[in-house]
């Protein structure tokens, strides 16, 4: 595993570039999966709002493309556990769409927030560092705002079921990313508001 302390015994900001791709990756890889999965049951049980599912999805394929291809320049490689992102994103999809559409718009809510507040972070912590790359997630930033506004708008109900689901859906995905960057996104937020400040 990397060092993050460098020489100097300060967090090393390139590590932290390499760890922001790494997650942005294999989070835009677990959308996609998610995606799949929801698409599969509404082929099935509510084809109507299958249209909406695939545009969003095909965004999702975009993003993992892009980050994907900022990687080798910055000598980023992919998570070592995308296998984990796959099968947690396959099923948090089904079970979610299991739910009903509704559901499914909860779930989306639910994990594009999660995203937004993310790629915030990761926003003022690129700035001045990797102008680029800064570039790069806030027009991705744009798109997954989108996916926000439109989950909002398709839900006919807030009732007890989006009380319940958005913060456990918020949860699990804070969690993936937390264990997909071993505990770092922890400290990335904190560099990261500490950057903000100065
Ligand atoms: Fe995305
Ligand atoms: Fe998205």
């Keep these: 595993m990397d060092n993050p302390l460098n ?24 959308a996609i999966r998610i995606y799949g999965a929801q698409i599969w049951m509404a082929r099935r049980l509510f084809p109507d709002i299958v249209p909406a599912l695939c545009a969003m999805r095909d965004d999702e394929i975009e993003h993992c493309r892009l980050f994907r291809d900022a990687m080798p320049t910055r000598d980023a490689k992919p998570c070592r556990v995308m296998a984990f992102w796959s099968l947690g994103g396959y099923v948090l999809g089904f079970l979610t769409a299991l739910g009903g559409r509704n559901m499914v718009w909860i779930c989306t809510e639910a994990v594009e927030s999660t995203v937004h507040r993310h790629l915030e972070d990761q926003l003022a912590f690129l700035e001045t560092r990797d102008p680029q790359l800064h570039g790069l997630i806030a027009s991705i930033q744009e798109e997954e705002l989108a996916h926000l506004r439109k989950a909002e708008k398709n839900q006919t109900r807030r009732g007890v079921g989006h009380a319940l689901l958005l913060p456990v ?16 996104s922890s400290w990335m937020r904190a560099e990261m508001a500490r950057s903000r400040r100065v």
């Design 7 to 30: 020489k100097t015994g300060k967090r090393d900001g390139a590590l932290t570039v390499r760890r922001i791709l790494k997650v942005n990756h294999a989070g835009e890889f677990g």
């Design 169 to 184: 859906v918020a949860a699990l995905t804070d969690l993936m990313i937390w264990l997909s960057t071993w505990g770092d």
